[in-house]
């Protein structure tokens, strides 16, 4: 049966929505991580410091890996004792090699690594004038800085036969049309990704997942924003974000993202591998025809 659009038959304040849904939230930290070492790229802010905060506060021990030093120490000094700070670019592959040993020597094992480093691409929107360099840098960070994390994660996780490995990528790699294609190519391709190394480390015991989330308002996104509306104020570019999702009285924040990071790296995840978690608030599912809510007199 053909869909009409609802709003207009409710009129249920979209504060009291916001108020309703939110009330079912829980805000308590848990202790799910209790003993756990955890090894996430690009926390030093954004997306990566908030789950590096939600799994300190579930117990882990926290290297948090940035190609920004300066933002990468401060984040490290505020997260506390749980928390150190290595430099590491992801698309040098002994970078990457360093901050797992660095993790090993400092706790001993690794139990979740979060290949979370990515950048925006910045290219032209049409395939035309696509320039093959931006693309190759892109997907040098995105993908290779990735694909050399689960590779040096699985060097160590592999003796022990355990281990939770998870990559951001985005609703940008689900659907085409979202982000420009260097960008959208980037994240389908750690989609697959996954699913290619969830079929040899399934067989370790080793779980591998992808999370995608919906537009964010980090840093990353507004800078991408103020290029397309320059002289736009970063609150009125957020209010834009947020009000490009469709599930309404709430918005996609960092912490959503870090809470099904935890869920993904904690034992209420233990029979889930290959999986890639949608957190875009249904946006990914669905369409509507957006037909009015009375037919029009005629129809030309
Ligand atoms: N914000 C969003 O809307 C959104 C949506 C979907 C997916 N993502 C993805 O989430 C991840 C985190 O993004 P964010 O929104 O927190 O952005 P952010 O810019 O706030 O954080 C990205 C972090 O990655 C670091 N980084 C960049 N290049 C690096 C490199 N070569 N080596 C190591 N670290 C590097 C940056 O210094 C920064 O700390 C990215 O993979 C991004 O593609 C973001």
């Not at 939230?25 to 070492?37: A, H, I, Q, W, Y």
């Not at 590096?52 to 120490?73: P, T």
């Not at 035309?128 to 990735?146: A, E, K, P, S, T």
Request: charged residues 20%.
């Amino acid at each position: 049966m053909l869909r009409r659009g609802l709003s207009k038959n409710l009129s249920i304040s979209s504060d009291s929505l916001a108020q309703s849904l939110n009330r079912g939230f829980s805000t308590e930290t848990g202790r799910k991580l209790e003993g756990k070492v955890a090894l996430i790229t690009g926390a030093a802010r954004g997306i990566g410091k908030a789950t590096a905060a939600k799994f300190i506060d579930n117990g882990a021990k926290v290297v948090v890996a940035d190609i920004d030093q300066h933002i990468g120490e401060e984040t490290a000094k505020e997260l506390g004792a749980n928390a150190a700070f290595i430099a590491c670019d992801v698309t040098n592959e002994s970078d990457i090699s360093n901050v797992v040993d660095f993790t090993i020597s400092r706790h001993g094992k690794l139990d979740i690594m979060y290949n979370n480093a990515g950048v925006a691409c910045n290219t032209p929107p049409s395939i035309v004038d696509l320039d093959l360099q931006v693309f190759d840098r892109v997907m040098g960070i995105n993908v290779r800085g990735v694909v050399a994390g689960i590779k040096h994660s699985s060097r160590v996780m592999i003796p022990r036969r355990s281990g939770s490995i998870l990559c951001t990528a985005s609703v940008t790699g689900v659907m085409g049309g979202l982000a420009q294609h260097t960008y959208s190519v980037s994240k389908s391709a750690v989609i697959g990704v996954v699913k290619s190394m969830a079929a040899e480390l399934s067989s370790y015991g080793i779980r591998i997942n992808s999370i995608s989330p919906f537009a964010v308002p980090t840093r990353f996104v507004l800078e991408e924003m103020s290029r397309l509306y320059p002289g736009v104020d970063a609150s009125r570019l957020t209010e834009m974000v947020q009000n490009a999702g469709v599930l309404k009285g709430a918005n996609c924040e960092p912490i959503d993202i870090a809470n099904a990071a935890l869920y993904l790296a904690s034992d209420d995840a233990k029979y889930v591998s290959g999986h890639n978690l949608m957190v875009d608030g249904g946006f990914t599912s669905f369409k509507t025809f957006n037909f009015p809510a009375h037919a029009p007199d005629s129809v030309q």
